[in-house]
């Protein structure tokens, strides 16, 4: 029965392939006739050569149908762990890391390539291990780690110029062209590519032709020479077309219309582009759509219509952050740290092992020693006590050895985990300081934009108003960005100097409302100052006035018209408690953790308005230097709460007073 499901989820997964998928060649038909045709007898436990087949079949449907390509790598990955075929599951694991890079899940497609790699260094198999570290190299030249990427594909072409692959040896050739070209150097990316494809024509791929076709047409299009760059692409189309690649035809059209924009020819261009954009989203491939978009924008500029050339922009912007946004930064990188601790801790297994093995060795010998100086006791008694008393001797330095071992050990595992955190804190904030390069350009080009609208008069009075207002908002969220960064910056660079003076709580927190009165009443926010008369604290008024800005701020970004904001204050015992209370949408429990763990993210408020969480950075940092303490509590839909303390004057009573 279990069979029966199987072969009939195969035939409806043919089914509901697209004709031109089915159409590329009989080798699709083939192999699942096969394939199906084992599972009749034994869909248990099929042969290795079944799941082969199986991954050919996975490899097939990449960039015709990713679902189906998840399909036959995962029902390979079942059968391979099942037979404990670990050749079959390093490939499988790999193909499904594809299958995940197609839909631009990195994550998961990164954690996919270490499960091969793992596997692949674990048998010892070095083709295996050659393809698990490209495409590991492959997603680093994404994350522009070029180094990184260049080191694991000369080792990959190391490993191929060994074994003599040179199918694979072209990729890797293809790789480090795309590193080259990545850092504009044209020249030597091309000279790679055309390596590439001089070995792909001596082997007569017409697969690995048309992909590099393709590659040596961009590094001409890199180098302007779009006509030569055309030549090229076209013949990757047309093979693209009759085989049926959905995947490379996307790839194909968006190189076509590059190529025509180069040439001026802005309506094919935009032809080619248009097509490129509806395979992409048919494919839902992101990364295929950012550069579809990207393109467009382009053309239209070109065209001088500036108003498409935005739209088309903010395709490629929205799908830049989708394709590889911050947080997938952190978490890939976080695996590939995690898969090199792992590596190392099982080196260090391994030599503990033998080390062990080696004792127990030691130990045996001399069990054997003794007891042939027993058996000999009568001839050679003092040999046999001056053998037990070295024994003794062999024994202690052996155990102080061990100890001395067993400190390194634990001195160099600290060590480890040290360089572990440390690079996850400059992780940490090599985001925050993306978030706000990127955030910070954004109002940049919008005013760029809005200036060119306005040289053009391209746009009417009603049309620049909205846009002058969506600016202002911009300007604003900058102006508070830059504002805390600095903060921040200089209580990183040069110490925070605290200058606590005794101030009134009520008067204090009137002044800091006036400063939000109008921000508030754009949004029919209603501001309340509930802190009652006669409270004190001795703080830094300059670091209060930033923490209560912050929260200010934050409280009317996530709040509704008609919501309202509160500071409460009270006296407990030696501290002030300030509340700053609102009504608005609350916080996310997975948002709020992060926050908590003093993460950068990027969130929105009910008008779209932009934080990255620095805001609260700093009013943790400030409260803690003037001996305070910072919480927060939030219920979504529910509202937030905001909590710090600060210490009273000396000479304050320490009863306490609730508001």
Known sequence: MKGLCILCWLGFIMFFIPREAVAQSGEIARLRGLVLKELEKNDTAPDTATIDRLDLLAHAFYGI?????????????????????????????????????????????????????????????????????????????????????LALLQKAAGIYQVTG?????????????????RRQEYAAALEYDSRALQIAVLLK???????????????????????????????????????????????????????YLG????????????????????????????????????????????????????????????????????RTFELSARYEYEKKEALLKDAAIRKE?????????????????????????????????????????????EAKNQEIYRQKEEMEHQAVQLLLNNQQKDKLFSIIAHDLRGPLNSLKGLMELLKEKALSESEINVMMAELRRN????????????????????????????????????????????????????????????????????????????????????????????????LVGSFVEICVADTGIGIKQEVLEKIRRNESITTYGTAKEKGTGLGMLLCREFTEENKGRFWMESEWGKGSRFYFTMPVPAVASSSSINV
């Open 65 to 149: 149908n990713a679902d189906s390509s998840f399909f036959y790598s995962r029902k390979a990955l079942q059968y391979a762990e099942k037979s404990h075929y670990a050749k079959g599951q390093s490939e499988s694991w790999r193909l499904t890391g594809n299958a995940y890079k197609l839909t631009g899940d990195y994550t998961n497609m990164l954690s996919c390539y270490y499960q091969s790699l793992t596997i692949a260094e674990k048998i010892g198999n070095p083709k295996l291990i050659g393809k698990a570290d490209m495409n590991i190299a492959i997603f680093y030249v994404e994350a522009e780690k070029y180094d990184e990427a």
């Open 165 to 181: 692959d040179s199918l694979q040896l072209a990729y890797v050739l293809s790789n480090i062209s795309d590193i080259w070209y």
């Open 205 to 259: 791929n017409d697969y690995t032709i048309a992909f590099l076709n393709n590659d040596v047409g961009k590094m001409l299009a890199g180098k302007g020479l779009y006509q030569e760059a055309l030549t090229h692409h076209l013949q990757s189309m047309s093979y693209y077309r009759q085989t049926g690649d959905k995947l490379g035809r996307t790839e194909t059209t968006t190189y076509l219309a590059g190529d």
């Open 263 to 330: 040439l001026k020819n802005y309506g094919k261009a935009f032809e080619y582009a248009r097509q490129g954009l509806d395979l992409a989203r048919e494919l839902k491939g992101k990364k295929q759509i950012k550069e579809a978009g990207k393109v467009l924008a382009d053309i239209a500029e070109a065209r001088g219509n500036y108003r498409q050339a935005l739209q088309y922009f903010q395709l490629y912007k929205d799908y830049s952050d989708s394709v590889f946004n911050e947080d997938t930064r952190k």
């Open 357 to 401: 093995a080696l004792q127990q060795h030691t130990d045996r010998t001399h069990t054997l020693q003794i007891w042939s100086a027993v058996l000999l006791i009568i001839l050679l008694t003092v040999a046999a006590l001056l053998l037990s008393r070295s024994r003794r001797a062999n024994r202690q330095r052996n155990q102080l050895l």
């Open 475 to 570: 300007v604003d969220y900058s102006s508070e960005l830059v504002g805390n960064l600095l903060l921040w910056a200089s209580s990183q660079l040069s110490g925070i100097v605290v200058s606590p003076v005794n101030v009134p709580v009520q008067p204090f927190m009137n002044d800091i409302l006036a400063l939000f009165a109008r921000q508030a009443a754009e949004k029919s926010i209603t501001l309340k100052n509930e802190v009652p008369p006669g409270l004190t604290a001795c703080t830094d008024k300059d670091m209060t006035q930033v923490i209560m800005r912050n929260l200010l701020s934050n409280a009317i970004k996530f709040c509704r018209p008609g919501d309202t904001i509160a500071i409460r204050g009270r």
